[in-house]
């Protein structure tokens, strides 16, 4: 029903910032909250930031001050802007849409590539 595209994703060296953003499109039955999830080779996937319906913000520990989740409701697309890169900040990033008629249900879009590296 909902379909969820990443994009933004590159090479960017320690200090630099890039700009991630996620399309949202489909039978979407609500203002959903959305949020930003990586996976590091080897590693499990994290939640790095996500944003309510009404939006309020959360953060990992890992990325506080550096990044910043942001919608635009009428695109249905969310964004996350990432600054101050580090090379552990190095992943797939996964863009995540809860929606549902009665339940909320989750729809994952393909990632996005960050590699930070000198």
């Known amino acids: 029903q909902v379909q969820v595209v990443e994009s933004g994703g590159g090479l960017v060296q320690p200090g630099g910032s890039l700009r991630l953003s996620c399309a949202a499109s489909g039978r979407m039955l609500r203002i959903n909250p959305m949020a930003w999830y990586r996976q590091a080779p080897g590693k499990q996937c994290e939640l790095v930031a996500g944003?309510?319906?009404?939006?309020?913000?959360n953060y990992a520990d890992s990325v506080k001050g550096r990044f910043t989740i942001s919608r635009d409701n009428a695109k249905n697309t969310l964004y996350l802007q990432m600054n101050s890169l580090k090379p552990e900040d190095t992943a797939v990033y996964y863009c995540n849409v809860k929606d549902g008629l009665i339940t909320l249900r989750d729809y994952w879009g393909q990632g996005t590539q960050v590699t930070v590296s000198s």
């Open positions: 944003i309510s319906s009404g939006g309020s913000t």
